[in-house]
T-cell receptor, first 117, second 115 residues
Framework: AQKVTQAQTEISVVEKEDVTLDCVYETRDTTYYLFWYKQPPSGELVFLIRRNSFDEQNEISGRYSWNFQKSTSSFNFTITASQVVDSAVYFC??????????????FGAGTRLFVKA | DGGITQSPKYLFRKEGQNVTLSCEQN?????MYWYRQDPGQGLRLIYY???????QKGDIAEGYSVSREKKESFPLTVTSAQKNPTAFYLC??????????????FGPGTRLTVL
């Protein structure tokens, strides 16, 4: 069965601290896609990254970095030197290959990040 | 600017009433989706549409209905049969027909409250 677990419900850090948001997934497919979205207080989800199951390279984009490890079924997200503007709910999502099982995207429950000044 | 618009931003409904949430996109995307978000929970799929005049039920379609008469529009009706409709509703779209493997672009959402 397809499942995404974000065990951290809320995280609170002080500005400039580094913070890692955990995401663990379950899937039977060998081809799948993982996503991270940010939901600021305005409500609109903003796309951050998309990664397919065959690309295990870590990615860095400015202060953001992602660590994809198939061996542990994890796709963790790290914010370096956090800022108040990073305060939001972050969702991890998993999509399976539609050719094998039809369209299905599962979102984790989200992690609410508070960054205090 | 291309994007997705949803209206209204806030909606109040009396019990027993049907209400329709609007979703419009000018991204020329083929597929559109409706999600429901409850506090502390992830997004759950209500309906999705890959092409005009065609749509499929998601995980929680009961009490909801949709239409897709135009490529750019995908309105959601919350019917009186939906027992607990108070939630935040998000509309999304993807470029191709690949379904969930494409990046989804989201609208700003509609917060529905049943009085």
């Amino acid at each position: 069965a397809q499942k995404v677990t974000q065990a951290q419900t809320e995280i609170s850090v002080v500005e400039k601290e580094d913070v890692t948001l955990d995401c663990v997934y379950e899937t039977r497919d060998t081809t799948y896609y993982l996503f991270w979205y940010k939901q600021p207080p305005s409500g609109e989800l903003v796309f951050l990254i998309r990664r397919n199951s065959f690309d295990e390279q870590n990615e860095i984009s400015g202060r953001y970095s992602w660590n994809f490890q198939k061996s542990t079924s994890s796709f963790n997200f790290t914010i370096t030197a956090s800022q108040v503007v990073d305060s939001a709910v972050y969702f991890c999502a998993l999509s399976e290959d539609p050719n094998t099982g039809g369209f299905k995207t599962i979102f984790g429950a989200g992690t609410r990040l508070f960054v205090k000044a | 600017d291309g994007g997705i618009t949803q209206s209204p931003k806030y909606l109040f409904r009396k019990e027993g009433q049907n209400v329709t949430l609007s979703c419009e996109q000018n991204l020329n995307h083929d597929a559109m989706y409706w999600y429901r978000q409850d506090p502390g929970q992830g997004l759950r799929l209500i309906y999705y549409s890959q092409i005009v005049n065609d749509f499929q039920k998601g995980d929680i379609a009961e009490g909801y209905s949709v239409s897709r008469e135009k490529k750019e529009s995908f309105p959601l009706t919350v019917t009186s049969a939906q027992k607990n409709p108070t939630a935040f509703y998000l509309c999304a779209s993807t470029e191709g027909l690949a379904g969930g493997t494409d990046t989804q672009y989201f609208g700003p959402g509609t917060r529905l409250t049943v009085l």
